[in-house]
């Protein structure tokens, strides 16, 4: 009876811890594809999972900061997915690398031509972004999820400091520092061009040791063939002096 009881209580225990952390799981929510530095380009992805088990998830609005605009804001194509780019003057222009922006991207949609989302998957849209602000450690997207039987689900309550997480939290995506001489980390053509400077050294050095390695086994067999040599001697000598 008490076996039964604790393994009742150890069931019970591990469905809450399930529940209590099911929310956090399901949300929609944007991360960067490597390093989101400030003052450069990322690739980001909204990672949207569906939590209905009775309805998919036929739209993704996400809506872009107005405080820090990004001015390039590229999708990627996606099959079954129709895609739109709203850009909007802004209310009060800002300044942006010394040139003066009254512009910016406001929101992107993502409508679905087929089946969507369906229940117990999830789906990433990604989007090249940038210029991203120098002078913020994070970007707040709000977002809404909407669902084939209509249901919209608003993913826009901010975080506050010292406060437990909202219940539909809005995606946030953290920026790094740039890097010690002051420009992006793994921004435009340099990180190109470095990511090539990389591979062709790679290049060089697996060939310079590969060279090494068959220039090792040549001498090798060289001498082996020259101590096979030396014993055959060595032995036709032995019986010349027997003879002798």
């Known amino acids: 009876m008490k076996a039964s009881r604790l393994a009742a209580a150890g069931a019970l225990a591990a469905s809450a811890v399930v529940v209590l952390s099911s929310p956090a799981l399901a949300h929609v929510s944007v991360q960067s594809e490597g390093t989101a530095a400030k003052g450069g380009y990322a690739v980001v992805d909204f990672k949207v999972p569906n939590e209905r ?36 003057k802004l209310a009060k222009p800002v300044e942006l690398e010394g040139e003066k922006i009254t512009e910016a991207v406001t929101k992107v949609t993502w409508t ?66 740039a890097s010690a001489d002051g420009r992006s980390q793994g921004s ?21 040791a590969d060279s090494s390695d068959t220039t090792a086994r040549v001498l090798g067999v060289v001498g082996i063939a020259v101590g096979t040599l030396g014993v055959a001697y060595g032995v036709l000598a032995g019986r010349r002096r027997t003879d002798a």
């Open 53 to 88: 088990d009775d309805a998919s998830t036929t739209k993704l609005e996400v809506s872009f900061p107005t405080d820090h605009p990004l001015v390039s804001v590229l999708p990627q194509p996606m099959d079954g997915w129709r895609v739109e780019v709203t850009r909007a």
């Open 188 to 208: 435009g053509s340099e990180a190109s061009a470095a990511k090539t400077g990389n591979t062709a050294a790679d290049t060089s050095a697996s060939a310079s």
């Open 112 to 177: 679905a031509d087929g089946k969507g989302i369906q229940p117990g998957y999830f789906q990433k849209f990604p989007l090249s972004v940038g210029a991203l602000p120098k002078d913020t450690d994070e970007l707040v997207f709000k977002a809404l999820q909407t669902y084939s039987d209509k249901e919209v689900v608003r993913w826009i309550e901010v975080q506050q400091d010292g406060q437990a997480e909202p219940e539909n939290p809005a995606p946030v995506l953290t920026l790094s520092d």
